[in-house]
C-alpha cells in the first residue's frame, strides 16, 4: 500500500540523535515560550474588562481571512495568505505523520497513514509548501526589488541617513526568517525529488512538485547513486535546519505566530475613542518604565512584524515629525525585553529610547491603530507615556500655557466663560438657556465652533438649519466647557476628569432633554465613547447625521441642487474613529453636490494635522505639515469647487492651508452646513456672505446711533468743559492735542471723514491748565512718618528647616463684557470679573521653587491679600509645590492701594522671617509696579525690580540681572535678605496639573484677620471709576494718499516724539 | 507753595524723553499751584546733562556727582530723601521706567508719602492733585486722590504728556551729598547689551506687523523695508512663523511675545485671530489694514483701513519719502502678488 518509510536507513543511532536534536529543539521553543509568560506575568492588569469569546471569533476570522494583511497591501496580503496556509498545512503534516509514527505504530503498531489517506495528504502537502515558496519569493522579491519605504529602518523622517544598529538587527532578523523558510522549503522539495527518484514509487503523481524536481534531477543528469547520496546529506540538512527554526520561533520576529492570536483576541474595539482611565489611587502616572506596562500592551510589542503599515499611514511621520508608530513600537519592544517586563531601580526608562517630542508629534488620528494588522493600539501606549511627561512637567510652553488656561476659564482660547454664547448674538432669534426651559436637542457647541470668528459664522448658520427645520434645540450657555476630548489625548487625565465632571453635572442640573447634538467631532467622541464611563449621559449625534435625516424627512427642502464639484474631508474623530463615513456623503449628494472623493479618504484619510493637541503645539520650521499636503491631495482632483469639511478645527486648518498653500484660487473651503444652507435658502447671496451682511446691517445700525449720542454728548462734554476747565487726561489716544491740528488735517481738509468721535470724548480746551484759585496745601515735610509694617495677629508657623522663601501672589482679576461699578463708582462689580494667578508671580514661585530645589532644602511660603476667592491661586501655588500658604484679609482692604498691600505683606514677612523675598514686578491688572519695591522699604531690605536672572545658593550674595528698557542687561549683586521683583519670561513657570492640584488640599493655607492693615496712610484713595471712551475701530475713508497720510501722522506723533 | 522736584533719567548721556514729559507735566500743576520747579541729575557728567535739562519751565536744576553714569536704586532713593528733606517739594515725579520702578515706591514708603504708578493724568481740583491712572487692564480709568498727604510721588506714564523742548532760564547748582553708605549696599558688576540679532516685539513701543495677507515669502522683504523706513519693529502673526518666513522672535500673540510696551501697532493684511488678539489688543494706538471689513482685527482696532495692504504700503512709503528725512531703504510694493 502507498506510503514512505520515516527513517529510511538512517540507522537506530541516527534516529536516536534526530530525536534528542527534536527534545532540545522542543525544549527551546518551551523555554521561549514560557520566558514570555512569566515577561507578561510582570505586566500590570488589563485597563478594562474584554468579552474575550467575541474576540476570539473575531481573530479566528482576522486570520483565516487575512482580512487586516489585505488591506491597504493586496498583494503582500495574498503572499503572507500563502504562506500562513502553506505553513499550516505543513505543521498538520508534520502532526500526521507523529500522530502515526511515534503514537499509533509506536505505541499499538497499528500504520494508518498509508493508502489514499497517505496520498491525499501528499498531495496537499505538497501544494501547501508550494504557495509558501510562492510567498515567501514574493516577500524576497519585494524587499530586493521595490523598495518600500515602510520597510527601511534608516529614519529618514528624523533626518537620519545611516541605519542604527538596532535598525541593522531588524534587517538581518527580517532575512534570516525569510532565507530560512525558503531554504526549509527548498530543501524539502529537493528531498522528495530524490526520495522519489531513488524508489520510483509509481504514485508520485500525487507528490506533483516532488515528482518534478526528481524529474529535473534526472534530466540534469543525476545518477541514482548521487541522487541516494544527496538524500542522506540533505535529509539530515533539511531536518536539523527545520528543528532550529522551531527552536528559534519565539525568539525573534517569528513569534509574531503566537502573539498575533492573543493582540488579534484581546483587541480593543475603540482603543482610541474610549482611552483607558488611570487606575485608582495609582501612586503614579501614565508609563514611565516598562513595568507601567500591561501584559496585553506586552503582548502586542511582540506581535509587530514590522511590515510597517502603520508607518506609512502616519501624518507626523509623512510630516517629518520625530515619530513613525512603527519605530516607536519597535524601540519600546526592544527596552521591554531587555528588561523582561520588569523596572530594575537605576536601570531605563521609557525616556531613555522615546524622545518626548516623539510623543508630543502624535496627532491621535488613530491611522496606525486603524491599519495594523495585528490589533496593536499605538495611541493610548502615547497618550499613557504622555501622561508621564505631563506629571514631569516636560512639554511644549504653548502647550503649558494653554493647559492652564483651559483650566482657568473652561475653554481653550482664554476667553471668559461667560462669552462663550456671544456668537448668538448676532442671530435674529433667541436660543433656548437648556437651564432655563426644557428641549428637545441639547446642542453642545465646544471650543471652535463658539469662539473662533470663522467657525461661528458656521454655528450661526447650523443654528438657523436648526430652527427652519422646527428642531427644539438649546444650549447650557456658559455652563459649558470644553468637552475634553483633546486634553485627555494630551494626557492631562486629571483637567480632563474635571471637565467631564464638570459638563456632566451641567447636563444634570439642565432642564430635560432627549439627545444631544454638536457640530465638532472631538467633542461628539469623548461625550459619545468617554463620557459614559464618569456618569448618566444622553446619547449624542453629529450634526452630520442630524442634516441627513432633516433632508430625508422633508424637514429641510432643497430649493436649489447646488451642481457643486466638491470634495470631502473625513474627520478622524467621525470617521475612523466613531464610522460616521455616510452621512456626510448622504447629505452632500441630497442638496445635488457631485463628490468626488479624495485619494485618501473614509478611513483612509489623513489628519489635518490638528488632533491630539498638536493645535495647541507649534510645529517646528522643518514640518510639512499634513493640513497643506491635503490641500495638494484635493487641488490635484482638479476642478474642486469647494473642499467641504464637517470640523470646526479642520475648518480652521484648512482655511489657513488653503491660503499658504497656493490654492486660494482653486477652491473655497466651507462647512457642510453652509451648503446645505445655500441650497435650501435660495438666496441670491451666497451664504458665506450672509453673516457678514448681518455684521454690516447691525454695524451700520449701531454706528448712526453712536453718531447721534456722540454728537449730543460731545456737546454736552463740551459745556461741562467750560465750566471745569481745569482737567487735562493727557492719554493720548483719547486726546489729540490741540497744538498738532495737522494729524486730522489731510484728510479732513479733503472732506471725507475721518469721525474724530474718540478725540472728542474730551476735548481739550484752549487754556488747559489755568487755575483759577490759589493754592493752600500744606508743605508738611515735619509731619512724614514711614510706613510701618502691619501688627498682625500670631499664627503658626513652622520652625525653620532651611532657607525660607516668600513669595507673593496676587489673583487677579480681568474684565468680562462691558463692565458695570459698584454704587458709589470706585471699583468694578464683582460679577464683571475673573481671576487667575499673576502670571509675573507665577515667574517669581517658579524662581523660588527652583532656588530651593537646587539648594536641595528650605521652604517656600506664598502670601496673598485678598478674599477667599484667592484660595485658587493659592491652592495653584501649593500644587506647583509651595510649602505653605497664607491670605491675609479684611473687607477694608478691598480697593486697598500698593503701599498698603505692602504694609500687609511686611507684616506677615516680619512675622515669617524670609531668608529671600521673591515678587512678581507687576501684575496684570491694576500694574502699579510698586508692591514689591514699598514691601523693601518697608522692611528696610535691598532690593531689585525687573530682575530677570537670579542666582543664589541660600545665604548670602545675590548676584541678581536686572533688565532696562532696550533689552540692556545689568548685573549686580545684593547681600540677602532682599526683596526680588522678577520679569516674566525670566523662567518657565511649570504647569500644575489637576492631580496636584487635588493633592494641595492637604497643604496648610492660613488665614489671618488683616483689619489693622488699612490705617488710612496708604499711597492713595480711589475717587472714582469709570470706562474710558472706547469705540469699535474708527474706519478712515479717503484716497490710499489721504488715509496713509493720517498714518504718517499718527506715526510721527506717538513715536518720533 | 506748590514745589515740584522731579528725578531726571538719562541714557547714554542724554536726556530722556520722560524727564522732558515730566517738566511739561508739572508745568501744569505749577501753573496751578504756585511754586518753584526743581530737576536733579545724578550722573559723572552733570554739566552736560544740567544744559539739556534747562528747559522752559524749570527753575532750579541740582546736580549731584557720581562716579558712575549709571542708576542704582539705592543711591537716587538716598539723593531724592536728601534734597527733598531741603527743598520740601510737594510733588516729586519720575518716568514710568525700570529705574522710576525700583526707587520711587520706596522713596514713597519711607516718607510716608501719597504715592501713585504709572500715571497719564494729573490735574488740581479745589487745590488738590487729582491724577488718573488705568485699571483692570488698562480698560478702565480711575481717578485717585492724595488727601491729607503733604507729599506726593508720582511715576509718570511715557509718552502721554507733551514733552518741553524750549529752553529755559533755570539756575544750576551743584549739590553734595554723602552716598558712601548706600553705595556700599550693592555690587556693580556690568552692563551687557541685547544681542544686536535679537529682536524684541516685547520691547518695542512701535510694532509693523504682518500677516497672511502678504501672501508669499518674496513678499516680506518689501515690508521689512517698510516697517525699518517707519522706525518700526517688525512683527508678524503665527502664519509667518509657521511657514518658515520670520523667526519666532517676531511672532506677536499667544504662542508668541505679547507687544507689553507697544504704543502704536499697525497691523497689514492681519485678520485678528483670537491668539494674535491676545498679544496686541491692550495696545493703546492700534492700525489696522484689511480687505475685509468684517474682519475680527477691526473690533480691536483704533482706526481701521479696508484698503489692499499692499496699495496702502505703497501710498505710507511714499509719505515717509516725501519727508525730510530719507536715506533708509527703498521698498517696493508693485512686486509679485500673485
Known amino acids: 500500500l502507498q506510503t514512505r518509510e520515516i527513517f529510511w536507513s538512517i540507522g537506530p543511532s541516527g534516529v536516536a540523535l534526530f530525536y534528542v536534536l527534536g527534545l532540545l529543539s522542543i525544549a527551546t521553543f518551551l523555554w521561549g515560550f514560557a520566558r514570555h509568560l512569566v515577561k507578561y506575568s510582570r505586566g500590570r492588569p488589563l485597563d478594562r474588562g474584554r468579552r474575550l469569546p467575541a474576540g476570539i471569533r473575531r481573530m479566528l476570522w482576522d486570520v483565516t481571512s487575512h482580512r487586516t494583511l489585505k488591506r491597504r497591501d493586496r498583494l503582500a496580503g495574498l503572499a503572507h495568505q500563502g504562506v500562513f496556509y502553506g505553513f499550516l498545512i505543513a505543521a498538520a503534516g508534520t502532526t500526521i505523520i507523529f500522530i502515526d509514527y511515534d503514537i499509533s505504530r509506536g505505541l499499538f503498531s497499528v500504520q494508518l497513514w498509508k493508502g489514499y489517506y497517505y496520498l491525499t495528504t501528499s498531495l496537499a502537502l505538497d501544494v501547501g509548501h508550494l504557495t509558501l515558496i510562492v510567498g515567501v519569493t514574493y516577500f524576497i522579491a519585494r524587499r530586493l526589488a521595490l523598495g518600500l519605504p515602510k520597510l527601511d529602518y534608516i529614519r529618514r523622517y528624523r533626518g537620519e541617513a545611516k541605519l542604527r544598529p538596532s535598525g541593522q538587527a531588524w534587517r538581518i532578523e527580517d532575512w534570516l526568517f525569510l532565507g530560512s523558510l525558503l531554504i526549509i522549503e527548498i530543501t524539502g522539495f529537493l528531498q522528495e525529488g530524490a526520495r522519489l527518484m531513488v524508489d520510483r514509487p509509481g504514485w508520485d503523481d500525487w507528490s506533483p512538485v516532488g515528482g518534478a524536481v526528481g524529474r529535473i534531477l534526472r534530466a540534469c543528469g543525476m545518477s541514482v547513486a548521487a541522487a541516494d547520496h544527496l538524500r542522506v546529506g540533505n535529509w539530515w540538512f533539511h531536518g536539523v535546519l527545520a528543528l532550529v527554526f522551531t527552536a528559534a520561533i519565539p525568539w525573534y520576529k517569528a513569534k509574531h505566530m503566537l502573539a498575533v492570536t492573543g493582540s488579534l483576541a484581546l483587541r480593543d474595539t475603540r482603543p482610541l475613542s474610549r482611552l483607558p482611565k488611570e487606575p485608582e489611587n495609582a501612586d503614579r502616572f501614565g508609563i514611565a518604565s516598562v513595568a507601567d506596562f500591561t501584559w496585553k500592551e506586552m503582548l502586542q510589542l511582540d506581535a509587530c512584524t514590522k511590515c510597517g503599515r502603520c508607518h506609512d499611514a502616519c501624518p507626523a511621520r509623512a510630516s517629518k515629525q520625530p515619530l513613525s508608530p512603527r519605530d516607536l513600537i519597535l524601540d519600546l519592544r526592544l527596552l521591554n525585553d531587555r528588561e523582561q517586563g520588569q523596572h530594575v531601580a537605576g536601570g531605563a526608562v521609557i525616556s531613555d529610547v522615546i524622545a518626548p517630542e516623539t510623543l508630543w508629534a502624535c496627532m491621535s488620528c488613530g491611522a496606525c491603530q486603524e491599519i495594523c494588522p495585528v490589533g496593536i493600539e499605538h495611541p493610548p501606549l502615547i497618550v499613557k507615556m504622555r501622561r508621564h511627561l505631563i506629571e514631569q512637567n516636560i512639554m511644549d510652553p504653548q502647550l503649558r500655557t494653554t493647559l492652564g488656561i483651559i483650566g482657568d476659564t473652561g475653554n481653550s482660547f482664554g476667553e471668559a466663560p461667560r462669552k462663550r454664547p456671544a456668537w448668538t448674538d448676532e442671530l435674529d432669534f433667541k436660543i433656548k438657556d437648556i437651564r432655563d426651559e426644557p428641549a428637545e436637542v441639547l446642542w453642545f457647541v465646544g471650543d471652535y465652533a463658539s469662539f473662533d470668528p470663522r467657525n461661528q459664522k458656521v454655528s450661526r448658520t447650523v443654528a438657523r438649519l436648526l430652527k427652519s427645520a422646527g428642531v427644539d434645540f438649546a444650549l447650557l450657555q456658559e455652563s459649558e466647557w470644553t468637552a475634553g476630548n483633546d486634553i485627555r489625548r494630551v494626557g492631562e487625565e486629571g483637567l480632563f476628569e474635571s471637565l467631564v465632571h464638570h459638563n456632566l453635572r451641567a447636563m444634570s442640573a439642565a432642564k430635560p432633554f432627549k439627545r444631544i447634538i454638536t457640530t465638532d467631532p472631538h467633542s461628539y467622541n469623548t461625550i459619545r465613547n468617554e463620557y459614559p464611563e464618569f456618569g448618566k449621559v444622553a446619547p449624542i449625534e453629529h450634526y452630520t447625521s442630524v442634516l441627513a435625516e432633516l433632508l430625508a424627512a422633508g424637514h429641510l427642502k432643497v430649493q436649489q441642487r447646488l451642481e457643486r464639484r466638491v470634495t470631502f474631508h473625513d474627520p478622524c474623530h467621525l470617521g475612523r474613529l466613531n464610522g460616521g463615513y455616510d452621512a456626510p456623503r448622504q447629505v452632500l449628494a441630497a442638496i445635488g453636490c457631485e463628490l468626488v472623493e479624495m485619494p485618501r479618504n473614509r478611513d483612509n484619510s489623513y489628519c489635518c494635522g490638528a488632533g491630539g493637541g498638536r493645535i495647541w503645539i507649534a510645529d517646528g520650521p522643518d514640518i510639512e505639515r499634513p493640513s497643506i499636503s491635503r490641500m495638494h491631495e484635493a487641488a490635484g482632483l482638479g476642478g474642486i469647487d469647494v473642499f467641504v469639511t464637517c470640523c470646526p478645527k479642520d475648518l480652521t486648518m484648512y482655511e489657513d492651508a488653503r491660503k499658504t498653500s497656493g490654492h486660494e484660487q482653486s477652491f473655497v473651503v466651507h462647512d457642510l452646513a453652509e451648503l446645505v444652507a445655500e441650497a435650501i435658502e435660495k438666496k441670491a447671496i451666497s451664504v458665506d456672505q450672509l453673516p457678514a451682511l448681518s455684521e454690516r446691517i447691525v454695524e451700520a445700525v449701531a454706528k448712526r446711533i453712536g453718531d447721534v449720542i456722540s454728537a449730543r454728548l460731545s456737546d454736552l462734554l463740551a459745556q461741562q468743559l467750560t465750566l471745569h476747565s481745569k482737567q487735562v487726561v493727557a492719554d493720548a489716544p483719547v486726546s489729540p492735542e490741540p497744538e498738532t491740528p495737522q494729524v486730522h488735517d489731510p484728510i479732513a481738509g479733503t472732506g471725507t471723514a475721518v469721525q474724530a468721535s474718540q478725540g472728542e470724548v474730551v476735548k481739550a480746551p484752549e487754556t488747559p491748565f489755568e487755575i483759577s484759585a490759589p493754592a493752600l496745601i500744606p508743605m508738611d515735610w515735619d509731619r512724614l512718618a514711614p510706613v510701618r509694617p502691619a501688627a498682625l495677629p500670631i499664627y503658626d508657623i513652622p520652625p525653620k528647616q532651611g532657607p525660607r522663601i516668600l513669595v507673593t501672589i496676587k489673583h487677579v482679576a480681568t474684565l468680562v463684557g462691558q463692565p458695570g461699578l459698584t454704587p458709589e463708582s470706585r471699583d468694578v462689580g464683582p460679577e464683571y470679573l475673573e481671576f487667575a494667578m499673576n502670571e509675573w508671580d507665577d515667574a517669581a514661585l517658579e524662581e523660588a521653587l527652583r532656588a530651593v530645589e537646587k539648594i536641595g532644602s528650605g521652604e517656600v511660603v506664598v502670601v496673598t491679600i485678598g478674599d477667599e476667592r484667592a484660595d485658587v491661586s493659592l491652592r495653584k501655588a501649593l500644587a506647583k509645590g509651595a510649602h505653605r500658604a497664607v491670605r491675609v484679609w479684611s473687607p477694608s482692604l478691598a480697593i486697598a492701594d500698593p503701599i498698603t498691600v505692602a504694609r500687609g505683606l511686611a507684616g506677615v514677612a516680619e512675622k515669617e522671617a524670609p531668608d529671600l523675598i521673591f515678587c512678581g514686578v507687576q501684575s496684570s491688572d491694576q500694574a502699579n509696579g510698586s508692591t514689591g519695591i514699598a514691601l523693601a522699604r518697608i522692611l528696610d531690605l535691598p532690593h531689585a525690580a525687573v530682575v530677570v536672572g537670579v542666582e543664589w545658593d541660600g545665604a548670602g550674595t545675590l548676584t541678581l540681572t536686572r533688565e532696562l528698557e532696550g533689552g540692556v542687561r545689568h548685573r549686580f549683586q545684593l547681600p540677602s535678605p532682599a526683596v526680588v521683583a522678577v520679569q516674566s519670561g525670566i523662567n518657565t513657570p511649570r504647569y500644575a496639573t489637576m492631580r496636584m492640584i487635588k493633592e494641595a488640599k492637604r497643604k496648610v493655607l492660613v488665614e489671618v484677620d488683616g483689619a489693622g492693615i488699612a490705617d488710612g496712610a496708604g499711597g492713595y484713595i480711589v475717587r472714582k471709576i469709570y470706562t474710558p471712551q472706547l469705540a469699535k475701530a474708527e474706519m478712515l475713508e479717503g484716497s490710499p494718499d489721504e488715509v496713509a497720510a493720517f498714518v504718517a501722522g499718527l506715526i510721527r506723533k506717538k513715536v518720533r516724539t | ?338
Open chain 2, 1 to 338: 507753595m506748590g514745589d515740584i522736584l522731579i528725578i531726571g533719567e538719562h541714557k547714554n548721556g542724554e536726556l530722556r524723553g520722560v524727564t522732558r514729559e515730566a517738566v511739561g507735566a508739572a508745568a501744569s500743576i505749577k501753573a496751578a499751584l504756585g511754586g518753584r520747579l526743581f530737576v536733579a541729575l545724578l550722573s559723572d557728567q552733570t554739566t552736560e546733562l544740567a544744559t539739556q535739562a534747562n528747559l522752559a519751565g524749570v527753575d532750579e536744576i541740582r546736580t549731584i556727582a557720581l562716579e558712575s553714569p549709571h542708576f542704582d536704586s539705592a543711591i537716587y532713593e538716598h539723593v531724592a530723601c536728601s534734597i527733598g528733606a531741603e527743598l520740601r517739594p510737594y510733588l516729586i515725579l519720575f518716568g514710568h521706567t525700570a529705574d522710576g520702578m525700583a526707587c520711587a515706591p520706596a522713596i514713597a514708603a519711607r516718607l510716608g508719602s501719597g504715592f501713585a504708578s504709572d500715571v497719564f493724568g494729573l490735574h488740581v481740583e479745589d487745590k488738590s492733585l487729582v491724577v488718573t491712572r488705568g485699571a483692570y487692564g488698562n480698560k478702565l480709568n480711575v481717578e485717585l486722590a492724595f488727601n491729607n498727604k503733604g507729599v506726593v510721588v508720582l511715576t509718570l506714564r511715557g509718552g502721554v504728556f507733551k514733552p518741553v523742548v524750549a529752553p529755559g532760564t533755570a539756575e544750576i547748582v551743584a549739590a553734595t551729598i554723602d552716598i558712601s553708605k548706600v553705595a556700599a549696599q550693592s555690587v556693580h558688576i556690568d552692563y551687557a547689551d541685547p544681542p544686536a540679532s535679537g529682536v524684541d516685539v516685547a520691547a518695542a513701543d512701535f510694532i509693523l506687523s504682518v500677516g497672511r495677507g502678504i501672501q508669499d515669502e518674496k513678499n516680506l522683504s518689501g515690508f521689512a523695508a517698510l516697517a525699518s523706513r517707519v522706525g518700526a519693529t517688525f512683527g508678524c502673526s503665527r502664519p509667518i512663523v509657521d511657514s518658515g518666513w520670520l523667526p519666532k522672535s517676531h511672532q506677536i500673540g499667544q504662542s508668541g511675545k505679547v507687544a507689553v510696551s507697544c504704543k502704536l501697532y499697525l497691523a497689514l493684511g492681519i485678520s485678528g485671530a483670537i491668539q494674535h488678539l491676545y498679544g496686541m489688543k491692550h495696545v493703546d494706538t492700534i492700525i489696522a489694514v484689511n480687505t475685509d471689513a468684517n474682519a475680527p482685527i477691526f473690533n480691536v482696532a483704533t482706526y481701521g483701513i479696508c484698503l489692499d495692504l499692499f496699495t496702502f504700503a505703497d501710498a505710507l512709503k511714499k509719505q515717509f519719502d516725501s519727508s525730510a528725512d530719507t536715506g533708509a531703504v527703498q521698498p517696493d510694493f508693485q512686486g509679485d502678488q500673485t
